[in-house]
Every structure is written in structure tokens, then in C-alpha cells.
């Protein structure tokens, strides 16, 4: 007999993962002990590309090159995780396929709406 309902603990994650979302956005925000900004720090300088390997606009691409080989890694093994999970879940046939679905909107979201820049120019691809 468990010492705790599952579902009590299904709760404290929840609220663990929101505290600890909250703890980040407020540390990012210079809400720690030292009251430094974390976030935007590199946004000025090297600015929204870095260099990698080389100077100039071959070392950016270089340096893209690597963050797409990077994150294909990830993405390539992901889908896995949910043919894995699928059978720890309740109702796989009807619960695996929503799960995939938002997998992919995930997928969009953050491997294409989250690109950090510090010019819009560069996200609108003008010169």
C-alpha cells in the first residue's frame, strides 16, 4: 500500500514545476542576491551571431551549422520518448496520438518561434 496518493504527488510536481518557472523568470530578471540581469547580457556584444571557427559571415554560418547540428540531435530522438511512454500512459490509443500532436506544435514553437536576436532586421532577413 503506497505511503502517498499518486495523485497528491501529481499536484506537488505541478507545483514544483511552476515554482521553479517562477524562480528562473525572476532570477533572470535580476531578482538574485546580486541583482544582475542575467538575461540580455550578450545581446550587445558579439550581438545576436557569434563567430565559430572562422571570421566574418563564414564563421556565423559556421556557427549556425553547429547549433542545427546541435539541436537535430534532440529532435531526431524525442519522438522516441513517446513510443516509450506509451505504454506507462492511461488509454495509449487515445492519449499517444494528442500527445504527438502537441509534441509537434512544441516543436514549432521553440526550435522556430524562440530565436533570440537583438536586431528585428535579422529575423525579417534584411540587410
Known amino acids: 500500500m503506497p505511503l502517498v496518493r499518486p495523485d497528491v504527488t501529481d499536484g506537488v ?4 514545476m511552476i515554482g521553479l518557472l517562477l524562480l528562473s523568470f525572476i532570477l533572470f530578471w535580476g531578482g538574485g542576491p546580486t541583482h544582475e ?3 540580455f547580457r550578450y545581446w550587445q556584444n558579439p550581438g ?3 563567430t565559430y571557427l572562422e571570421e566574418g559571415n563564414t564563421g556565423r554560418f559556421l556557427a ?3 547549433t542545427l547540428v546541435l539541436s537535430a540531435f534532440p ?3 524525442a519522438p522516441e520518448l513517446l513510443v ?3 505504454g506507462e500512459m492511461v488509454s495509449p490509443r487515445r492519449n499517444l496520438p494528442t500527445a504527438a500532436r502537441r509534441y509537434f506544435y512544441r516543436l514549432i514553437f521553440f ?3 524562440c530565436v533570440p536576436t537583438s536586431r528585428v532586421s535579422l529575423l525579417l532577413c534584411e540587410m
Open 48 to 50: 545576436a551571431a557569434n
Open 13 to 16: 510536481q505541478v507545483f514544483m
Open 111 to 113: 526550435y522556430v518561434g
Open 37 to 39: 540581469r542575467l538575461g
Open 64 to 66: 549556425l551549422l553547429s
Open 75 to 77: 529532435f531526431t530522438f
Open 84 to 86: 516509450a511512454t506509451g
